[in-house]
């Protein structure tokens, strides 16, 4: 039987963006309820920050306030990156942590990494080796540069690990686990808003939207769409078709709102048929994506939750780092291709669309297996260093 001594450090865990905060309120659980396990510190870098959607979303995940908000704020890659680690560092300093979790692939992911390593403390990477294969992407470059770094890679998909594998990464510290996202998701779907109420709440007509063919949803924020006119304007133009055929409810992120606003596309929206909502929370989330007739996302979270809940999903991107949700799941990768989504929001319409089924291991449990093997690994690693 593995025990960590109390004189070890806290297991630090980092979030800085959203999506990262329903891959680590299942591990906190999971920590929380094994005795031996040292005591968390939740960091929040502050990288991405409301305070009212913010708090909105750690009730929803039952997520305990942060520890510590390092109140970094937006900036370049390279001001947020050099920002979170002048100001992790000091944290690290004061709390001697047995080891960082980081999740994701946000800047918070590397730069905590980063000076993590420079201390010789040991890093845990939740989420590691998914690739796009496009260093276009800064998530892309900072999955590579995360991973080549740390200690222990928990993977969600097989096809990760053969990634580690290829790009040299010793395998004894990889382990195919399943996937946080969908523990949070399971754990949540019970209490999921319904959409009606999510429509009352921004008074929309739910009478006309009970008279169509259901609803589709839509999700975009990354730059590739949303950041210059021509792929924002050929993105709506895209919507605009859709919605002939199905009304769209499109919670607006705030990057995808001042694209918006600052190129004067408004009119691009058809108001009568794609209801624009302020971002909603997680619950109200689920809630959408459960019941939508189809998804129309960039987000990489939302490919895997319509994969666990068998809703029909169009990715408005070139790749995507999640290929089991391609190959196994309800995704198909669309880009900004006309004809392509229109094909296939046709065959959603007229069939239900491609059917998939729930990958290896998403089935709620992968924070208790991370648990299982991190404690005792960290127990061994601190008691041959304190020896």
């Known amino acids: 039987m593995y025990e960590l001594a109390p004189t070890f450090g ?49 009730a929803d995940l039952k997520l305990r306030a942060p520890d510590v908000n390092l109140d970094v704020g937006s900036g370049t890659h390279a001001q947020q990156t050099a920002e979170i680690m002048q100001r992790f560092e000091p944290v690290v300093d004061a709390a001697q942590p047995s080891c960082v979790v980081v999740v994701g692939d946000v800047n918070s992911t590397l730069a905590c990494s980063l000076v993590a390593v420079k201390k010789a403390i040991p890093v845990v990477h939740v989420e590691a080796g998914l690739r796009s294969f496009d260093r276009l992407m800064p998530e892309e470059v900072n999955r590579l540069l995360t991973d080549q770094i740390c200690d222990a890679l928990y993977t969600t998909e097989r096809s990760a690990t053969e990634n580690l594998r290829r790009e040299g990464i ?29 429509f009352a709440d921004n008074g929309l007509d739910t009478a006309l939207l009970a008279a ?55 009119q691009a929206v058809d108001a009568r048929r794609t209801f624009v909502l302020p971002p909603q929370g997680y619950l109200e989330t689920l809630g959408l994506i459960k019941d939508a007739t189809l998804v129309i996302t960039d987000s990489g979270g939302i490919q895997e939750e319509t ?29 900004r291709d006309r004809t392509l989504i229109v094909q296939h929001a046709n065959a959603i319409l007229a069939g239900g669309g491609k059917r998939g089924r729930v990958p290896e291991l998403w089935d709620g449990r992968a924070s208790q297996r991370i648990t299982a093997h991190l404690l005792p690994w960290l127990a061994r690693r601190l008691e041959s260093a304190y020896a």
């Not at 891959?23 to 929380?32: G, T």
């Not at 870098?45 to 708090?55: I, K, L, S």
């Not at 010793?170 to 999921?192: T, W, Y």
């Not at 999700?219 to 002939?244: C, G, K, Y």
């Open 170 to 198: 010793p395998m004894e510290r990889v382990h195919f686990v399943g996937n946080v996202m969908i523990d949070s998701l399971m754990a949540s779907l019970d209490h999921a808003v319904p959409p009606g109420a999510v």
């Open 307 to 335: 994969t666990a809940l068998g809703v029909p999903c169009l990715t408005m991107r070139e790749n995507t780092e999640r290929p089991i949700t391609v190959e196994q799941g309800t995704n198909i990768v669309v880009g």
């Open 212 to 266: 169509e063919r259901g609803f589709g949803l839509v999700t975009l924020h990354r730059p590739s769409n949303v950041d210059q006119h021509d792929s924002l304007a050929e993105a709506l133009a895209i919507l605009r078709e859709i919605s002939r055929k199905l009304p769209l409810i499109w919670p607006l992120h705030p990057r995808t709102r001042a694209s918006i606003d600052r190129f004067g596309l408004w």
């Open 10 to 58: 806290p297991i630090v865990c980092v979030v800085g963006a959203r999506p990262n905060y329903m891959k680590m309120a299942p591990l906190l659980r999971a920590f929380r309820s094994d005795p031996t396990a040292p005591r968390t510190l939740l960091v929040h870098t502050g990288q991405h920050y409301d305070v009212a959607m913010n708090d909105r979303l750690f």
